[in-house]
């Protein structure tokens, strides 16, 4: 019988499930592949191969699965920084401040990777609703702003925070980055 290594049940399978997701998100960013072998990602988390199948059917529902728990992560972090109730400037750039922030710490990496691989049909409509969910808090200042067509603005915005991610990831100063990114963006909007 195996062995439950939390108080309930159900915080024991949350702990693997949650095992599972960054083991499989390791193992892509090392390897730079997001073609994940089963066994792999059940040796790295510490579980038996034959575990894997009780949260996920097969390799692209765990790669699904780690990046939806990404994505989600990625949401609640970002959202925690914009103060709802903020002037729209302010929180446009605690928006791009924050996303900045998470990518210096290697939150994208998973991302990055994945960006063109073959995604399963079961991710691909959750993953479209959560981008709307990411950029929401960032669409709705620029509502409130009153920019003309927000959602495009949001998309050329998180162009901007990519770049700036790409040039963090090649040695420029998070900060330098950061700076430039929101002058850029208040510039282009008329924010400041």
């Given at each position: 019988m195996p062995r439950i290594t939390a108080p309930t049940l159900v915080e024991h399978r949350e702990r693997q499930r949650a095992a599972l997701l960054d083991a499989v998100e390791e193992i892509v960013i090392e390897t730079g592949s997001t073609q994940v072998r089963v066994s792999d990602v059940a040796a790295r988390a510490g579980l038996a191969r034959s575990s894997v199948?009780?949260?996920?059917?097969?390799?692209?529902?765990?790669?699904?699965?780690?990046?939806?728990?990404?994505?989600?992560?990625?949401?609640?972090?970002?959202?925690?920084?914009?103060?709802?109730?903020?002037?729209?400037?302010?929180?446009?750039?605690?928006?791009?401040?924050a996303s900045l922030e998470l990518a210096a710490k290697g939150a994208h990496r998973l991302g990055r990777v994945v960006r063109f691989a073959d995604i399963p049909p079961e991710c691909s409509e959750a993953l479209v609703a959560m981008h709307t969910e990411m950029t929401a808090p960032l669409t709705l200042a620029l509502a409130d702003a009153r920019i003309i067509d927000p959602d495009r603005a949001a998309d050329l915005i998180l162009g901007v925070i990519q770049a700036s991610t790409?040039?963090?990831?090649?040695?420029?100063?998070?900060?330098?980055?950061?700076?430039?990114?929101?002058?850029?963006?208040?510039?282009?909007?008329?924010?400041?």
């Open positions: 199948y009780e949260y996920f059917g097969s390799p692209s529902a765990l790669l699904a699965g780690a990046v939806v728990d990404r994505m989600q992560r990625w949401t609640t972090d970002v959202a925690g920084h914009v103060n709802p109730g903020g002037a729209p400037a302010e929180r446009v750039e605690m928006y791009i401040r790409t040039r963090i990831d090649q040695g420029s100063s998070r900060g330098s980055e950061t700076d430039a990114a929101i002058a850029f963006v208040m510039r282009a909007l008329d924010l400041d």
